[in-house]
């Protein structure tokens, strides 16, 4: 019994220095655990506030500028754009520009002296149920009386919600899971193409060749693209099929930015496999970038509930800009000419963890 304790704790030592060793794995134990304390603890909040409103004050009296700066002395929303009409605040909707838009019409003192009718509209992107649900406090804001006299009870602001008005999850979960399944898979099929031909032993034949770096970081991903690609479709035809959700937008624009996406996606795979050197560690720095990307992106927690530098963090990772855009052309219905600001920063994300990518490899074959 001695004998066979004496050998599993000669096991356990040999497996502790090899783990001492390995720098990535021991930084693994330490940076995850690390790093999910404090997303969930500081990044991540229910409680959304200074969600991004417009206003469009058509009467434009003391008690319709009193009602807007009741709004935001409530923290919920922050005016951001003001608008002279519905149409306008619409479009600011449909672009993600603004969250939240009040309606204020002419007749609004007339509204709050009859009663009757709701004097003021609310209108909310309701594609994500928390933002829809934060909105709801500005349901009961107190309305001023146009007069001294005593007037009647009035109505509470008409809420409006568009593009998920059932709130359904589906809706606003299918768009985004386009996003972090890509992340995944992309991510992790480029970062083993390049370890596993080093384990295999075939890294120093392709040196042999006339292939150039550039040329053999292109040929890796060409084939992943038409896999990100189909993947894409498959999640539209089950999602369309099973769970109802819409595609208000051209078909041709949600291919369009997915394509985008997938590219600038596989890139970080890339990063990866210049880094790691062996599969294992390409799967545990696949697991660390993508850890981060889906608590910060908005995919399951809003963006505009999180800290300023957390923010400032997500800005950094594709799949940020990739939830805007295809919530933007899937549920608002918006062209990708609305939503281009988005566009950019995965092109800039390409190209450099390209050149890192290249940069790098160029250093190993020295």
């Given at each position: 019994m001695s004998g066979s304790l004496g050998r599993i704790l000669a096991i356990a030592r040999k497996e502790i220095r090899q783990l001492l060793r390995d720098r990535l794995t021991f930084g693994m134990v330490i940076g995850v655990p690390l790093m999910q304390l404090l997303l969930f603890g500081y990044a991540i909040n229910q409680d959304v506030r200074h969600l991004r409103a417009a206003v469009a004050d058509q009467a434009g009296t003391g008690c319709s500028r009193q009602l807007v700066a009741d709004a935001e002395a409530s923290q919920v929303v922050d005016v951001v754009a003001?608008?002279?009409?519905?149409?306008?605040l619409e479009v600011l909707l449909r672009r993600g520009a603004v969250l939240v838009a009040i309606l204020i019409p002419p007749d609004f003192e007339r509204r709050l002296m009859e009663g009757k009718r709701p004097p003021a509209q609310l209108m909310v992107d309701g594609s994500d149920p928390i933002i829809l649900q934060s909105s709801r406090g500005l349901l009961d804001l107190p309305l001023c009386s146009p007069r001294a006299a005593p007037r009647p009870?009035?109505?509470?602001?008409?809420?409006?919600?568009?593009?998920?008005p059932g709130r359904r999850s589906p809706v606003q979960i299918v768009p985004g899971l386009i996003g972090v399944i890509l992340t995944m898979t992309m991510t992790l099929f480029t970062a083993v193409a390049i370890v596993r031909e080093r384990e295999r032993g075939n890294l120093e034949f392709l040196i042999t060749t006339p292939v150039r770096t550039p040329e053999l970081m292109?040929?890796?991903i060409l084939p992943y693209v038409g896999i990100g690609m189909l993947q894409v479709s498959v999640i539209l035809t089950v999602g369309s099929a099973l769970f109802r959700v819409p595609i208000q937008g051209s078909l041709l624009d949600v291919y369009a930015v997915g394509l985008v996406f997938v590219i600038a996606t596989l890139t970080l795979g890339l990063v990866i496999s210049t880094v790691a050197r062996t599969q294992f560690q390409a799967f545990q720095l696949t697991f660390f970038t993508f850890l981060p990307q889906?608590?910060?992106?908005?995919f399951m927690f809003p963006f505009d509930g999180m800290p300023r530098a957390a923010r400032a963090l997500a800005e950094l990772f594709p799949l940020t800009h990739f939830v805007r855009l295809i919530r933007g052309v899937m549920l608002r219905g918006a062209g990708i000419g609305e939503v281009s600001r988005d566009v950019w920063p995965l092109a800039l994300f390409f190209a450099v963890m390209l050149t890192i990518a290249v940069t790098r490899f160029r250093k190993r074959l020295d």
């Open positions: 003001r608008a002279n009409t519905a149409e306008e009870r009035t109505a509470s602001l008409e809420l409006r919600a568009y593009y998920n292109a040929g890796k889906i608590l910060l992106s908005g």
